[in-house]
């Protein structure tokens, strides 16, 4: 059975969701994760790579624990001017790390997953969907 990682790379709140290709709308059968660190704004750079590091091996053992071989990542809003660096450098350490043991990584469009299990909502269900449908 294929399992598909869904991934949002942050560094206060990723998240992760594990998804059966034949998942049909069963909710139970979908396994998240959500990880993130905060650090003191005068965090060393040092202790901002360590977060960064921690984050990558918490979502790469969520990955491999779920059975996933398929990770699809989302892309970056670079239109953030404070964050599209740091998002860049977990997100490419996210990558990384998933590549390491084997899960091939793709990239999607932010917006995809959801549109991809839920279908096509009007945009103000689209947060209450996934709850609605559990």
Do not use: C
Request: hydrophobic residues 45%; glycine residues 8%.
């Amino acid at each position: 059975m294929t399992i598909i990682l869904g991934l949002e790379p942050s560094l206060t709140a990723a998240a992760a969701v594990a998804v059966p290709l034949d998942w049909n709308g069963e909710w139970k059968r979908v396994r998240s994760v959500g990880v993130g660190e905060r650090l003191r704004r005068d965090a060393t750079r040092i202790e901002r790579a360590r977060r960064t590091e921690t984050i990558a091996a918490r979502l790469v053992a969520f990955a491999q624990s779920a059975g996933a071989s398929v990770a699809s990542v989302e892309s970056y809003g670079h239109a953030m001017r404070t964050s599209a660096h740091t998002l860049g450098e977990v997100g490419d350490v996210v990558r990384l790390e998933l590549v390491r043991p084997g899960i091939n990584v793709r990239t999607a469009n932010m917006g995809t997953a959801g549109k991809l299990l839920l279908g096509k909502l009007p945009r103000s269900d689209a947060r209450m969907a996934p709850r609605a449908r559990r």
